[in-house]
C-alpha cells in the first residue's frame, strides 16, 4: 500500500548543476502534479502530466524548468543549471483518473533542494 | 494572483478548545474546496473536502464550513489536541481547473 514516493528526500546541489526530481504516484494513479514550497510560504503550482504528456505547465519558469511522465518510470522534474533561488520544498501529488468528479491530491514526502 | 488566501500566518489555541481556520477565495468558479495539514519535512495529508452544492461537512472532530456568497470557508478543530499542531492549507479547484490552488497556510499550534 505504497503512497506517494518521491526521491531523494534531500538534494544537494551546486550552482549551475542539473538536479533531477522522481516522483512515483500511487499504484493506480495515472496524473502527476508537481509543487514547490519556498520557506515560509505555500505551495506553489508547477506542472500537471498525465502519462506521456504535459496537461499544465502553467507555473513552470520558462527557462531551465523541465517534467516528464513517461509511460514506464517515475515522473522526473528537471532543473538545469540550478541557481540559489531554486533552493525549496519540491512535492508530488498524485490522482486517481479524473472523470468530471472531484477527488483530493496524495502527496509525497517532497524532496529538500538545497543549492549552494 | 493570489486566488486563495489564508490570512492568519499562525494561530494559538489552548488544548480541548476550538480551533478555527479560515480561508478566502476569490474565484467563484471554483467548486470543490480541500484542507490538507502538513507536518515539518513531510507531505501534506488531506484532512476533510467540501463541495459547493454543500455549505457544512464534518469528519470526527474536524468540520469544514463553506459560504459561497461570501467566498469564505473555515475548518473547525474541537477539541483541539496537541497533536494538531501543524501547518493547516486550504485548496480549491473545479471542474474546469487542471490544478489544485493552495492558500500560504495557517500555522496551527495548540497549547497542553
Redesign the interface.
Known sequence: NAGVMQNPRHLVRRRGQEARLRCSPMKGHSHVYWYRQLPEEGLKFMVYLQKENIIDESGMPKERFSAEFPKEGPSILRIQQVVRGDSAAYFCASSPRRDGSNEKLFFGSGTQLSVL | DQQVK?NSPSLSVQEGRISILNCDYTNSMF??F?W?KKYP??????LI?I?SIKDKNEDGRFTVFLNKSAKHLSLHIVPSQPGDSAVY?C?A?G?NF????????TKLNVKP
Open positions: 489564508q467548486d470543490y480541500l490538507y519535512a513531510e507531505g501534506p495529508t488531506f473536502s463541495s492549507f485548496a479547484s471542474e487542471n490544478k489544485f490552488y493552495f492558500g500560504s497556510g
